[in-house]
């Protein structure tokens, strides 16, 4: 093979990625076994960790991510060396790992963390950016320094926040589903946020949280660190692998608020038809066709429309199963179908027998659900131990924000999969809060909770318990009946 002849290193236990998935597979795994030799294989200076983190009830979560220097973990762990390479191939059957640089890396068991990367409309064209890691949020905040006009394209939170946060720039917002934000929303709650995007922003007095940038002088050929002032100490040259993906917040670094002197910026609803790149005629660098026929000028796209699962490197000469959207095959061991790989995050699709109310969505949440329960599992099968699928897989459960709301979403919270067998209650308070509930067969299977409702615990439990509600009907939402008081 072309491993033979170069010198392998070898390791117990290698994570590739170093996104929240892997980071947190990698801690799992380097304290279960202290004197393991672990590495972490990352193409970037920073790893994402998770910080503040509160269970707030049985399934929901929430934390805060943080840049840090990849340092701090392997001052945490003895143990850990972290590699900064990309890596180049993967070789199942020799159990070892080639990085970028030309080095080998041999693995008892292996994880792949590697994410996803933004489903862009074109490819490389500098006119069209999509927002998924630090580097194109800062490229974005230059662009948008100097564009009159953008449009944004596609439905994912990104969008959303994007919208709500531009200023002084005119935002076209072009999506392929009538309702706002499809993915996370319905049009009831896409209309009671849309107030917000007309309503005078709050004075961001709220402390909000903030991904900390912690600076390093970086090294010769080092890619460069930011702080949270945003400016940088140094760059590398050639190609720069995509970084891992952002933090909830990323939006409200303080840079991207760019000052505006111009009255409040339109906010315009098309159908996205299709993309067309006229730069010559015309007067704007790109324009959009939309499917009402027009063709729409702007400075820059910014793609906001999913993400692929970034398996490139570990395909070639192995024979992974990969899912219809592109994410490797994982059982509920977090098990790939190459043995001894396992696979956690963004870049892998679960393919057990899901619980009725989870799905699967690229979040932040799950990717940190997802590689604790892979380093678990790594152990388990070390030790021969045997182990169960983790509850937060029980139920789906994502809090974040949108338009300085609370949002929380439960279990089918738009009544995915459910065909016409559900019925909805809402209720909704303007400017205040929003609260959807999906029913089928008299029990509650999803719920939409916008701003302070207080009501997700009881929600989460009524969900878990399978309760049947048939008996309350419409009271169920009633704001003078105290729901807590039935169920308790």
Same mark, same amino acid.
């Given at each position: ?44 200076? *920073? ?80 006119? +069209? ?24 394209? &596609? ?35 896409? *209309? ?10 709050? *004075? ?19 890619? @460069? ?40 910026? &339109? ?21 959009? @066709? ?16 999913? +993400? ?107 009544? *995915? ?72």
């Amino acid at each position: 093979t072309a491993m033979a002849g170069k010198q392998v290193k070898k390791f117990e236990f290698v994570v590739v990625g170093g996104g929240i998935a892997g980071v947190t597979c990698v801690e799992q795994v380097a304290s279960r076994f202290p004197s393991a030799d672990v590495a972490l294989i990352t193409a970037g200076l *920073q790893i994402k960790a998770v910080t503040n983190y509160k269970q707030v009830s049985k399934t929901l979560e929430e934390f805060d991510v943080e840049e840090r220097p990849s340092g701090v973990l392997e001052e945490r762990f003895p143990n850990l060396t972290v590699i900064h390479s990309a890596v180049k191939s993967l070789h199942t059957h020799s159990h070892c790992v080639e990085t970028a640089d030309g080095r080998v890396f041999g693995y008892k068991k292996l994880c792949l963390c590697s994410g996803a990367r933004p489903k862009l409309l074109t490819q490389d064209d500098p006119r +069209v950016l999509g927002i998924r890691d630090t580097d194109s949020a800062q490229e974005f905040q230059k662009r948008l320094s100097k564009a009159k006009r953008i449009v944004v394209v &596609g439905n994912g939170g990104i969008g959303l926040e994007l919208v709500y946060e531009v200023e002084g720039c005119e935002v076209i917002w072009a999506v392929k589903d009538k309702a706002i934000g499809n993915a996370f929303f319905d049009a009831g709650a896409a *209309q009671f946020l849309i107030p917000a995007l007309e309503a005078d922003k709050p *004075q961001a007095a709220a402390p909000c949280r903030r991904l900390c940038y912690t600076t390093e002088e970086p090294g010769p050929g080092a890619a @460069q660190t930011f702080t949270a002032g945003g400016t940088s100490r140094g760059r590398s040259s050639g190609s720069v692998e995509p970084g891992s993906a952002l933090g909830p917040d990323w939006h409200r670094e303080p840079d991207l608020l760019i000052s505006s002197y111009s009255p409040s910026p &339109g906010l315009f609803f098309f159908d996205f038809h299709s993309f067309i790149l006229k730069s010559s005629e015309g007067s704007w660098p790109v324009y959009i @066709q939309l499917t009402n026929g027009k063709a729409v000028g702007c400075d820059f796209v910014v793609s906001a429309t999913g +993400v692929v699962p970034n398996t490139e490197p570990f395909l070639r000469g192995n024979s992974f199963a990969v899912a219809d959207d592109g994410g490797l095959q994982v059982d509920d061991h977090m098990r790939t179908s190459e043995p001894d790989v396992y696979a956690a995050g963004d870049v892998c699709t679960a393919c057990w027998e899901h619980s009725p109310l989870w799905q699967q969505m690229r979040l932040w949440t799950q990717a940190r659900q997802m590689g604790w329960h892979a380093g678990r599992c790594v152990a388990a099968d070390v030790l021969s131990e045997p182990i169960e699928l983790d509850f937060c897989f029980e139920l789906f459960s994502h809090v974040t924000k949108f338009f300085n709301h609370k949002v929380v979403l439960l279990g089918r919270f738009n009544a *995915q999969g459910l065909g016409s067998d559900h019925e909805l209650l809402v209720r909704c308070t303007k400017g205040r809060e929003y609260v959807k509930v999906v029913l089928s067969r008299g029990r509650m299977v999803g719920a939409v909770l916008i701003g302070e409702t207080d009501l997700e615990e009881t929600f989460e439990n009524l969900m878990l318990n399978r309760m049947d509600l048939t008996a309350y009907g419409e009271e169920l939402l009633n704001p003078d009946v105290d729901i807590e008081d039935y169920f308790d």
